[in-house]
């Protein structure tokens, strides 16, 4: 008996007799099943996307040429600005939410969130949020001071624009917040009493780590965008040079969040992509304990390397080294992920569908941006390149070619089980291949523009920047091609794609041993754990043997899945 038939046949009291089946008209209302509030939170933050996604090619038109020519220098400002803030904000923070709600009360065995009203609550906060932001642009009053919203610039802008800005992230981050309780006290009270956290999936100890940083960092933004609000509405120079307040204490504000909104931005899909490649590659996954404690020290790390990004403020020459050494530092954690990745490939049988290529994609894109970030902790180098092309590259190569990538991957992976069909597999490689094409088409040649010297945010530049910024203009379109693949492959699969059974992958974590879609409370009984969840290949006592006498069962046990000492031993 293979470890998934293991893990299923003793779940099959778990199962409900039929797939949950929901109405249309569920999605559109105040909610409270946590697998309808992580779909409102996918469906709702991918129509952002693709909004942003036409933000970014209209500032790419622009900067097709030399010359101001598209749109007027006041718009290219809006653009950009709003495009910054809808994929950041309104894309990759609430995915990432999505995910967590749809997949972490499967995971650990629950019913529901630990808070579901709290839960919707936090969903329907996000459209008003983005109808806010959309709503400035048409109303020819849009932000334009850049997602940074540095002052004094700010303050000399639009003010009404400015203003619903400032009041759509406090309303996103207030989402946040609520969301990243309720993970909190999901993950901590509501597993079966059989999982301790040496058995939880590694996705559970990534959103762990994250929601733990959102709590501590949120609420330092939120505090510096209120007193800007002050001083934009009521007059006040608490960041105002002119009346003696100091522009650089807000950048030291925002930067303890946004630094931060990076790793919460990427750390539920290193979580996704834990869970991805071991079963795609048939094989427990490379030091398990190594991964989960690293989500945990990224998070810690990620709170004390804001001021990297402020290197050229005038901060003292002390505070600059300071933080070059804990950026460079961060990147240690990081490479244990990178490394336990691809140990687990390594001579696994890998199946090379919509999934794994996306994984695959995600750790080779995200190495590009790791290694641009160690390179701009060094204070020499970020001075030189400060502002240039080259940070947005090493951005999107983070962010792009990491979070978005990782969605992809996560999307294509637990699309069976939301929906109860699968995917077309040619159409999801169609869309993996344009993705890929136009993401390195697009991204790749601002690292030399940054390094001439091109300066970002700004519409107009030497005319010796023009041919690599035409390329960049020319994959930015392959980028917005590939998208129609997906959204063709996604609805027309939902609606007439072959039927998916509870289990297509084999999987061994909780979330499968119940039916696909699953039933509004999940599971009919208490499911139980006969297998670790990589454990492909690894022997286990049957599933009738009580929980006393097989440690894999045991809270409390030592060492339920292997350490790295073990997993040499297996490879060996």
Not at 278 to 294: L, V
Not at 482 to 495: H, K
Not at 559 to 568: F, G, H, Q, R, T
Request: net charge neutral.
């Amino acid at each position: 008996m293979t470890q998934a038939q293991l893990q299923e046949t003793a779940n099959i009291s778990a199962h409900h007799a039929e797939p949950g089946v929901r109405k249309w008209q569920d999605y559109f209302s105040f909610n409270t099943d946590h697998k309808v509030i992580g779909l409102q939170y996918l469906v709702t933050s991918f129509v952002f996307y693709c909004i942003g996604g036409v933000l970014a090619d209209l500032v790419r038109t622009e900067l097709r040429t030399p010359e101001v020519d598209f749109v007027t220098p006041e718009v290219y400002n809006s653009l950009f600005t709003l495009h910054a803030t809808i994929m950041i904000f309104l894309w990759i923070v609430p995915a990432g939410a999505g995910f967590a709600n749809y997949l972490i009360p499967l995971m650990i065995g629950a019913k529901d969130m630990a808070f579901p009203r709290l839960n919707a609550v936090a969903f329907w906060m996000i459209p008003p949020s983005g109808i806010l932001l959309i709503a400035s642009l048409v109303v020819g009053d849009a932000p334009d001071a850049g997602w940074t919203s540095y002052p004094p610039l700010s303050l000399m802008t639009g003010q009404v624009g400015q203003a619903i800005w400032i009041m759509s992230i406090l309303l996103l981050g207030t989402s946040s917040i609520l969301g990243a309780i309720n993970f909190l006290v999901t993950l901590l009270k509501m597993r079966i009493p059989t999982m301790g956290f040496h058995q939880m999936p590694l996705f559970c100890w990534a959103m762990l780590a994250t929601s733990a940083l959102v709590l501590l960092s949120t609420p330092v933004l939120a505090a510096g965008l209120i007193l800007l609000s002050f001083d934009l509405l009521a007059g006040t120079t608490f960041f105002n040079p002119t009346g003696g307040g100091d522009p650089v204490v807000y950048q030291h504000m925002f930067w303890f969040y946004s630094h931060p909104a990076v790793y919460i931005m990427i750390l539920p899909f290193f979580g996704g992509i834990s869970e991805i490649i071991p079963i795609h590659s048939r094989k427990p996954i490379f030091g398990y304990k190594a991964i989960a404690y690293s989500s945990l020290a990224i998070s810690f790390l990620g709170l004390i390397v804001w001021a990297h990004h402020m290197f050229t403020s005038g901060i003292p020459g002390w505070l600059r080294m300071f933080f070059m050494i804990t950026t460079m530092i961060i990147a240690v954690p990081t490479g244990i992920k990178i490394f336990s990745w691809l140990a687990t490939m390594w001579g696994g049988k890998i199946q090379f569908n919509s999934p794994m290529l996306f994984a695959m994609g995600f750790v080779g894109t995200f190495v590009i941006g790791g290694i641009s970030g160690v390179m701009l902790a060094a204070v020499p180098f970020d001075i030189h390149v400060h502002d240039t092309y080259f940070v947005v590259a090493h951005l999107h190569y983070v962010l792009f070619g990491g979070s978005v990538l990782g969605i992809f991957a996560a999307i294509y992976h637990w699309f069976p089980k939301m929906t109860g069909r699968m995917f077309n597999e040619f159409w999801g490689k169609v869309h993996f291949v344009l993705t890929i094409v136009g993401l390195n088409m697009t991204f790749l040649p601002m690292h030399k523009l940054g390094l001439m010297g091109m300066n970002r945010r700004v519409a107009q530049y030497d005319p010796k920047f023009a041919l690599l910024n035409e390329i960049c203009t020319y994959g930015s379109y392959i980028l917005a091609v590939s998208t129609f693949p997906f959204i063709i492959n996604a609805i027309w699969s939902w609606l007439y794609g072959e039927k998916a059974p509870n289990n297509p992958w084999k999987a061994l974590t909780l979330e499968w041993m119940t039916t696909s879609p699953p039933a509004i409370e999940n599971f009919d009984t208490l499911p139980v754990l006969t297998t670790g969840p990589y454990d492909y290949g690894v022997q286990h006592a049957p599933a009738n043997v009580s929980p006393s006498e097989n440690p894999v069962l045991r809270a409390d046990a030592d060492e339920p899945y292997p350490s790295i000492e073990s997993d040499l031993e297996i490879r060996r």
